[in-house]
């Protein structure tokens, strides 16, 4: 089985400096086409728009918080089966079990590497499709 290309991706994430930084490893390291978001409710809007092929989630945000935005992209049709990675300081294996008992894809832990995001990313993707 083929495992379909990883092209678009959507970073949902409410610190300005993590947002730009992950944005320029996924572009200019992965080749990606990314597009961000502020918040959950942007993302929200956003998504279905978009269309990205996974969305990496903050987990800690304002107002609307990664695990909220979660469940309201899965009640998208557009956005119900695309991959969510969070991106979160928590990654102790109980929150792990967690993110994962949520429907998660994976998790990229911050700080996580700028020279490394794509090939995480690009893993999670493979295993998600494997």
């Known amino acids: 089985m ?10 949902v994430e409410d610190d300005p400096d993590i947002q730009t930084v992950a944005r320029m490893a996924l572009e200019a390291i992965g080749g990606f086409t990314v597009e961000t978001c502020n918040s ?6 956003k998504g279905p728009v ?9 987990v800690m945000m304002p107002e609307m918080d990664g695990p909220t935005t979660l ?7 557009a956005l119900e089966a695309t991959p969510v990675v969070f991106c979160t300081a928590k990654a102790m294996p ?5 993110y994962e008992a949520l429907g998660s894809a994976g998790v990229v832990a911050k700080p996580f ?3 490394a995001l794509a090939d995480q990313v690009r893993e999670i993707w493979n295993q998600c499709h494997g």
């Open 40 to 45: 959950g409710k942007e993302a929200l809007s």
């Open 50 to 58: 978009f269309k990205p092929d996974l969305i990496l989630l903050d």
């Open 71 to 77: 469940k309201e992209l899965r009640n998208d049709p």
């Open 94 to 98: 109980s929150e792990l079990e967690q």
């Open 113 to 115: 590497d700028p020279m």
């Open 2 to 11: 083929t495992v379909p290309s990883l092209q678009k991706i959507l970073i």
